[in-house]
């Protein structure tokens, strides 16, 4: 019998076996994990399993699953915007983010500044401030100077960006610990295999840094999902909006459709969450180097 | 950092303080003469012909502004008229949603729209930085609360009797008129108008808090609290109305760069006299 299953425990723990009858210093670094096969398939069972519970209390009458469907279509709608306004402000945030936060740590005092004005500005004011004042903005800039009679579109964009600009000083920071995280002696080993500054931040500090800012970076990935419900302000059409726009129709029939409104808002943002925060943790197992956390967990 | 060949010795770096920050005077000049070329050629053009009149709104908020999932259209008796509006004015109207209503009337104002059709109180205070078409509807608040609720008017009418409101808990929309008569008349009464007063950015927030207990009332305009009280099993119930006599009206830019009040208001005394009007408020509020 193989060994993950002599244990019933190992359906549990995926971190693998400890192989037996070796010596200690063998059996911690021996963990011969699940086949990847059998641990896909065990979170795919139960993410089926229980969207299979959730569907048959429905058709038994614990909950409107009839209006639950006929909404889908039009959260749908809304999920699809959301996602075209994600799909924009987290790779602009990141590479805005990644280029201030590391102008932050230069030794150019001029970098420093622009760097450090960015970060200081976007991150005191609120999101919604910025985008309504951007857009706005734009707006007026279009209309007056452009002659463009419907802005609508180009604003709209605009107030995304904006967005992205605040997710990026965020993201600034986060990238400037990393590099921070990185020991000096690390530059000055590298100084002395004769490498140049330049050489040495590429090669050497970056992907350290890199490696240490991804748990940070894909908090704040999770954490700019939700704040483009703010583009609705200015008129984009996304889930929140498309799930408030539900409301009267709802509370026109039943208030308990409410509920059902608001759950399913919650779980298409949290299955886009889940997505983005299961990227960024496949691509900090791609980076990681085993034996050097501090924490075996 | 250790020496060898990495960083060129200080006595070459000191100039370069200096240059540098030449160089981004002499750019950011260079840029801004660019952009007073620029604008000289930009502002030059005289605009092309209108052949859209873009209107803000804000929905949902039945019966006057409403988005029709299966249409994709926004529909409702604001709607209605703008469409003759904009008929009167030979353009199509095109409608740009705001969620927030404070950012709308920014918008509205600085002339980033042509017009705003939102169920907009014509005030003094908005009268300073918009401008306003004639009323087309003369609302009142009305006060919700939840079925089971004890709260009593006298005859129904809350206008002369704010000290009813005083111990409850009140949920109102930010920057709307009944925010503004909840500040005044209830709040000197109030023992904590901190916690006692409520503002949500958006109707449906203000609504499903009044149905949590999260607040006791809801104040707001009369046609669609009434609305949702006579909805089938909506748990509550309209106990009286506020008197404002709010006068709602069209908004368009500060001091009317288009001059579209004289053609918003030749409009309404039309479908007034025409009879027309009579038959939209039967459609929409009947």
């Known amino acids: 019998m193989p060994g993950w299953l002599k244990n019933p425990i190992h359906l549990y723990r995926s971190e693998g076996v400890r192989i037996r009858n070796a010596s200690a210093g063998q059996r911690s670094m021996q963990r011969r994990s699940l086949p990847k096969v059998f641990l896909y398939g065990r979170n795919l069972a139960i993410t089926i399993a229980a969207l299979g519970i959730v569907v048959s209390i429905g058709y038994q009458g614990a909950y409107n699953i009839a209006y639950a469907q006929e909404i889908l279509r039009y959260l749908i709608q809304g999920f699809v915007v959301t996602l075209q306004a994600v799909a ?11 280029f201030f936060g590391w102008g932050r740590t230069s030794h150019s005092w001029l970098l420093r500044a622009t760097g450090t004005a960015y970060v200081e500005f976007f991150r005191s004011l609120p999101p919604l401030v910025l985008i309504v004042f951007s857009s706005l903005l734009a707006t007026l800039f279009l209309r007056n100077y452009f002659f463009v009679e419907d802005p609508h579109a180009i604003a709209l964009w605009i107030g995304v960006l904006a967005l992205a600009f605040h997710s990026g000083s965020y993201q600034a920071e986060i990238v400037r610990a990393g590099i921070l995280s990185v020991p000096t002696g690390q530059l000055d080993a590298a100084d002395s295999i004769g490498l140049t500054r330049l050489q040495s931040i590429f090669l050497i500090v970056l992907p350290q840094a890199f490696r240490v800012s991804l748990p940070a970076v894909g908090n704040e990935f999770a954490s700019v999902i939700k704040d ?3 583009i609705s302000a200015i ?8 799930g408030t726009l539900l409301f009267p129709d709802a509370l026109g029939q039943d208030f308990n459709l409410v509920f059902i409104i608001l759950t399913e808002v919650a779980l298409l943002y949290f299955v886009l969450t889940f997505a983005v925060v299961r990227t960024v943790r496949a691509i900090e ?3 990681k180097v085993p034996g050097l956390e501090a924490a075996a967990l | 950092m250790a020496e060898g060949g990495a960083a060129p010795p200080a006595a070459a770096m000191r100039g370069k303080g200096v240059s540098s920050v030449i160089v981004i005077v002499v750019a950011v000049i260079t840029f801004l003469a660019g952009l007073g070329v620029g604008s000289v ?15 803000a709104v804000q929905a949902p908020f039945p019966p006057f ?14 709607m209605d008229i703008v469409k003759l509006i904009a008929a009167e004015l030979n353009l199509t109207p095109v409608y740009r949603q705001f969620s927030n209503f404070p950012a709308l009337l920014a918008e509205t104002g600085t002339g980033g729209v042509d017009m705003a059709s939102a169920s907009i109180t014509i005030t003094a205070a908005r009268n300073a930085t918009m401008d306003f078409s004639d009323t087309y509807y003369i609302a009142d608040q009305g006060v919700l609360v939840q079925s089971s609720s004890t709260l009593v008017c006298p005859s129904n009418d809350c206008t002369n009797s704010p000290q009813t409101l005083k111990d409850s808990i009140i949920g109102v929309q930010q920057g709307t008129t009944s925010f503004i008569w909840v500040n005044s008349t209830v709040k000197p009464l109030m023992s904590d108008p901190a916690n006692q007063i409520k503002v949500f950015a958006q109707v449906p927030e203000v609504l499903t808090a009044l149905r949590q207990g999260v607040v006791d009332v809801v104040i ?27 006068l709602y009206g069209f908004a368009v830019a500060n001091n009317d760069p288009q001059g579209l009040v004289p053609v918003i208001n030749a409009v309404l005394s039309r479908i007034r006299a025409s009879g027309d009007y009579d038959d939209l408020i039967t459609k929409w509020f009947a």
């Open chain 1, 228 to 230: 483009t419900s703010l």
């Open chain 2, 65 to 78: 502004a409403d988005f029709n999932k299966t249409s994709g259209e926004f529909e409702g008796f604001e």
């Open chain 2, 220 to 246: 707001m305009d009369l046609p669609v609290v009434t609305a949702y009280a006579n909805a089938p099993s909506s748990g509550l119930k309209v106990v009286g109305k506020i008197l404002t006599n709010e």
């Open chain 1, 285 to 287: 197992n791609r980076f």
């Open chain 1, 88 to 98: 924009v402000v987290i790779p602009v945030g990141f590479i805005l983010g990644f």
């Open chain 1, 235 to 242: 008129g984009g059409m996304e889930l929140t909006f498309w």
């Open chain 2, 41 to 55: 050629f930009l502002g030059a053009r005289a605009p092309p012909a209108k052949t859209i009149l873009v209107v």
